[in-house]
Each structure stands twice: as structure tokens, then as C-alpha cells.
């Protein structure tokens, strides 16, 4: 079935340090993939997305390339902020119909 | 606000009892979907319904189940808790159904089982 790996956190940062988060997957077929955000005692928010191989998806300075060939989707973002810091969850739509995948999320932690 | 409204925003009950979460969808969105968020666990797909119909079903209790009314408002219900079902309990909602575009997730119930 899907699935999807995430780097093991936490992940600390000095604020302005470049962030990677490693995310990739197994999936049959073209799953869409996506990133969320989870900040503390809110739900899970959708960061960006990418619906098909070599799409980038972006947004708030976020970054992430959808690479069929290295079943990856990796986050990315070349200076943080501590407002930055959160849960990211790397995820993805595959074979089951209307199912979301996640994997088992990132803590990230900015520092001033 | 994400659109999505989760009531209640927190619950603590007794083991063997029952409780309801309610979930409006985003207006518009006609897909309602449940997940339950552990520490053990991560997230974990419970149940689909689209447009008052069930579509499909994850990891889901028999003691849990749920419905979506012909408002497109949402209900899960857990019976017969236990300790282990404490958890954070999500509704998401979509405009379609495939899930390809992502879902818009409402802030959550948290269920505590004492």
C-alpha cells in the first residue's frame, strides 16, 4: 500500500539557517503529493502541493519538487524564522480513493 | 479559520461511555473525511463521506462510526471508550472527492478518556 517516509526530527534552527525536511514515498500509479503545517493547538494546514513529476510546488518562501525518478518530495526553504517553527507532515493521494497518506510528521524548532 | 468547524474543541470522559463529534464542512465542499491523531500512531485515515455517502473506510473501529447529513454537516461517533482512544480527532473537508487537491482540516476535538 502507500506510504510515505519522513526525516526523524526534531529539527533545530538558528533563525536565517536553511531548512531541508526529507520526505519520500511508495505509491503505485501518480499520487499528488503535498506538505502540511501544524502549529501548536491548531489543525493541519496545507503548505503547498504538487500534482505531477517535476511540478514545484511553493509558498511562503517553502519549497518542494515532486521527483518521480527518487520517489521524493523534499521541503525546503532558505531562511527560516522563528515563526517557521511547527509540525510539517509530508503526504500523499494515491490508490485509495479520497485518502490522504501522512507521514509521521517533522518538528521544527527555530531559535532567535 | 479555516472554514471547517470542529465541535467540541475538547472532551473528557468516562471509560465505556459515548460521545459525538460534530464537523461542519468548509461551504461548498462536499467531502467529509475523519482522522485520529496519536502520539503512536501519527494520523490515521478513518473515514470518507462524499455527499452523504460513505466512500471509503481506513483504520476504523467497529465501536466508532459516523454520518454525514443531508446538510453536509458530519458526525462521528465513539462508543464504548477505552483509554487508548484518547486522542486528537480531525475533520477535514474537500470541494470533490478524489483527495487529489488536498484538504481544507478543521482545528480539531481533542477526546480524553479518564
Known amino acids: 500500500g502507500d506510504s510515505v517516509t519522513q526525516m526523524e526530527g526534531p529539527v533545530t534552527l538558528s533563525e536565517e539557517a536553511f531548512l531541508t525536511i526529507n520526505c519520500t514515498y511508495t505509491a503505485t500509479g501518480y499520487p499528488s503529493l503535498f506538505w502540511y503545517v501544524q502549529y501548536p493547538g491548531e489543525g493541519l494546514q496545507l503548505l503547498l502541493k504538487?500534482?505531477?513529476?517535476?511540478d514545484k510546488g511553493s509558498n511562503k518562501g517553502f519549497e518542494a519538487t515532486y521527483r518521480k525518478e527518487t520517489t521524493s518530495f523534499h521541503l525546503e526553504k532558505g531562511s527560516v524564522q522563528v515563526s517557521d517553527s511547527a509540525v510539517y507532515f509530508c503526504?500523499?493521494?494515491?490508490?485509495?480513493?479520497?485518502?490522504?497518506?501522512f507521514g509521521q510528521g517533522t518538528i521544527l524548532t527555530v531559535h532567535p | 479559520d479555516s472554514g471547517v468547524t470542529q465541535t467540541p474543541k475538547h472532551l473528557i470522559t468516562a471509560t465505556g461511555q459515548r460521545v459525538t463529534l460534530r464537523c461542519s464542512p468548509r461551504s461548498g465542499d462536499l467531502s467529509v473525511y475523519w482522522y485520529q491523531q496519536s502520539l503512536d500512531q501519527g494520523l490515521q485515515f478513518l473515514i470518507h463521506?462524499?455527499?452523504?455517502?460513505?466512500?471509503a473506510k481506513g483504520n476504523i473501529l467497529e465501536r466508532f462510526s459516523a454520518q454525514q447529513f443531508p446538510d453536509l454537516h458530519s458526525e462521528l461517533n465513539l462508543s464504548s471508550l477505552e483509554l487508548g482512544d484518547s486522542a486528537l480527532y480531525f475533520c477535514?473537508?474537500?470541494?470533490?472527492?478524489?483527495?487529489?487537491?488536498?484538504?481544507?482540516f478543521g482545528s480539531g476535538t481533542r477526546l480524553t478518556v479518564v
Open positions: 463521506y462524499y455527499n452523504g455517502e460513505e466512500r
Open positions: 503526504a500523499l493521494s494515491g490508490t485509495s480513493y479520497g485518502k490522504l497518506t
Open positions: 477535514a473537508s474537500s470541494v470533490e472527492g478524489t483527495g487529489g487537491y488536498g484538504y481544507t
Open positions: 504538487a500534482t505531477k513529476a517535476d
